[in-house]
T-cell receptor, first 113, second 116 residues
Framework: AQSVAQPEDQVNVAEGNPLTVKCTYS??????LFWYVQYPNRGLQFLLK??????LVKGSYGFEAEFNKSQTSFHLKKPSALVSDSALYFC???????????FGSGTKLNVKP | EAQVTQNPRYLITVTGKKLTVTCSQN?????MSWYRQDPGLGLRQIYY???????DKGDVPEGYKVSRKEKRNFPLILESPSPNQTSLYFC???????????????FGSGTQLSVL
């Protein structure tokens, strides 16, 4: 069965510190990997996408994600967190040619001043 | 402005009373999809459509219907809602690129449905 795991329900970090939000997946083939962010009372917004190539992908708002094929992981990172980064983050995997996205359960990021 | 528009934003209904949640996109996207979001479960796909008159089941289609008569619209229909369909619903659309799969999803603002 295809699955996406976000092992942490919540991540707490102080403003200015680096942050990592973890994601691992179990999807056959060479899937496409995404991160989305959801602010309160809003729909999900695209942050970044990995298809192929460089394992470090840069996205919106200073976020980046590191792809690790051997560990089937796609962790979201940011060198210096902002209070405004506080939101719900979803990892998603698209199984190529199956027209389906599989989402993780979400990780709530709390950045404290 | 490129957007996916869902209506209504909030909906309270009673068991068995048919309802429709509308979704419209102005980006000429081929692909549209419905998800429900429940705490601890993330987003689960209900139905999706690759183009006009082409729809297919997602992971949790029971109790839902969809139609795609026009490219821009993809309504979600609950013929006989039940309390276990109380959830936050999102419509999304994407362009479909030959050889590279789907592009990123654009999401509507969501519909919070409560079935009493």
């Amino acid at each position: 069965a295809q699955s996406v795991a976000q092992p942490e329900d919540q991540v707490n970090v102080a403003e200015g510190n680096p942050l990592t939000v973890k994601c691992t997946y179990s999807v056959s083939g060479n899937p496409y990997l995404f991160w989305y962010v959801q602010y309160p009372n809003r729909g999900l917004q695209f942050l970044l996408k990995y298809i192929t190539g460089d394992n470090l992908v840069k996205g919106s708002y200073g976020f980046e994600a590191e792809f690790n094929k051997s560990q089937t992981s796609f962790h979201l990172k940011k060198p210096s967190a902002l209070v405004s980064d506080s939101a719900l983050y979803f990892c998603a995997v698209e199984k190529y040619n199956f027209n389906k996205f599989y989402f993780g359960s979400g990780t709530k990021l709390n950045v404290k001043p | 402005e490129a957007q996916v528009t869902q209506n209504p934003r909030y909906l309270i209904t009673v068991t068995g009373k048919k309802l429709t949640v509308t979704c419209s996109q102005n980006m000429n996207h081929e692909y549209m999809s419905w998800y429900r979001q429940d705490p601890g479960l993330g987003l689960r796909q209900i139905y999706y459509s690759m183009n006009v008159e082409v729809t297919d089941k997602g992971d949790v289609p029971e109790g839902y219907k969809v139609s795609r008569k026009e490219k821009r619209n993809f309504p979600l229909i609950l013929e006989s809602p039940s309390p276990n369909q109380t959830s936050l619903y999102f419509c999304a659309s994407s362009s479909s690129l030959s050889g590279t799969g789907l592009e990123k999803l654009f999401f509507g603002s969501g519909t919070q449905l409560s079935v009493l």
